[in-house]
Nanobody, 121 residues
Framework: QVQLVESGGGLVQAGGSLRLSCAASPRTRSFYNMGWFRQAPGKEREFVAAISWSGAPTSYADSVKGRFTISRDQAANTIYLQMNSVKPEDRAVYYC??????????????WGQGTQVTVSS
């Protein structure tokens, strides 16, 4: 069993930046691919970014390429999503996901509880 705890969500102005974090436990589960998904009001959950257990490769949804960066700190068993040039359409609940085998839009054996990102224009 993997527990994922997201943090870092909040209110950000359009054009601004925000960094989300997701801490995974237990420590023995560090060899998991991890990723971020989001769900906007009235929409289905969608893939945002993913990173392999080793830190590479990474993958991104077209809508966030060039603006968001996913990274991981193996020692801290934590992944991050650096969100730059945030747009109003980035407003959503962001979920962390972990998967022992899959990476990308189909991953998701384990999920966090989500963290809200609100964008003011």
């Amino acid at each position: 069993q993997v527990q994922l705890v997201e943090s870092g969500g909040g209110l950000v102005q359009a054009g601004g930046s925000l960094r989300l974090s997701c801490a995974a436990s237990p420590r023995t589960r560090s060899f998991y691919n991890m990723g971020w998904f989001r769900q906007a009001p009235g929409k289905e959950r969608e893939f945002v970014a993913a990173i392999s257990w080793s830190g590479a490769p990474t993958s991104y949804a077209d809508s966030v390429k060039g603006r968001f960066t996913i990274s991981r700190d193996q020692a801290a068993n934590t992944i991050y999503l650096q969100m730059n040039s945030v747009k109003p359409e980035d407003r959503a609940v962001y979920y962390c996901a972990a998967d022992p085998a899959r990476i990308g839009a189909r991953m998701g054996d384990y999920w966090g509880q989500g963290t809200q990102v609100t964008v003011s224009s």
